[in-house]
């Protein structure tokens, strides 16, 4: 499966580069990223794509007719791809996870289709690990997103903890951002733990793999908690030291009901 689940990755970074990286304006990223679901549509449909990124769409379309892979999902992380392009405000938690149908969870529903995962429960899983995954990243980033003007807490826990959008691109940490950083933090790790019965029930390999990536999303929480949730000022990080914990919590998980 490393090659499918390769061209998906090389999809996905190269569409997320064009969104994000370089000196572009608004305008011209949406412009490339228009012309690169106009080579999704005319590779997944059996026609030579063009010759600006034809690499990422040949590959794509070889595996795709291999495992017939789903255009949905596809075409959805492009959608959120020009959503982080245009950088709209998320005045609810319910609005941010609707971003997160576009941005995270794609990537679980496509990797558990090349497993001939399918079950609505399995489905409802991968998407809880995905949101948590991506939401996890965000209280990750905070002090990396705001000084960039991406900003991703809802307006409304915002306005319950009294932190301004200033308050959180400013670099400064305060009781009442960490008091922020903790909500966000709970709600992140909770939608984690419905999720992760999962990755007791993929077969093989891949449920290894899930167990860390479910253990890596806790420990980075974890790590923010010990932080005291000081994220505006300090980027917490997992590295090779955390290898032995993740492995040992990961063989742990094989012994609890899925």
Known sequence: LRPAVMAIYHFARTADDIADEGDATPEQRLAMLAAYRDDLVRSLAGHAPSTRWQAVFEALARRSREFDLPAAPLHALLDAFEQDVRNPPYPTRATLLDYCTRSANPVGRLLLHLYGISDTRSLQQADA???????????????????????????????AHGVTVADLASGHDSPASRRLVQDLCAWAGALMHRGAPLALRVPGRAGWELRLVVQGGLRILEKIARMDHAVLSRRPTIGLADAPLLLWRAWRMSWATP
């Open 129 to 159: 690990i995905c949101s948590a995954l991506q939401l996890i990243n965000f209280w990750q980033d905070l002090g990396v997103d705001g000084p960039r003007g991406r900003h991703y807490v809802p307006q409304a826990d915002q306005l």
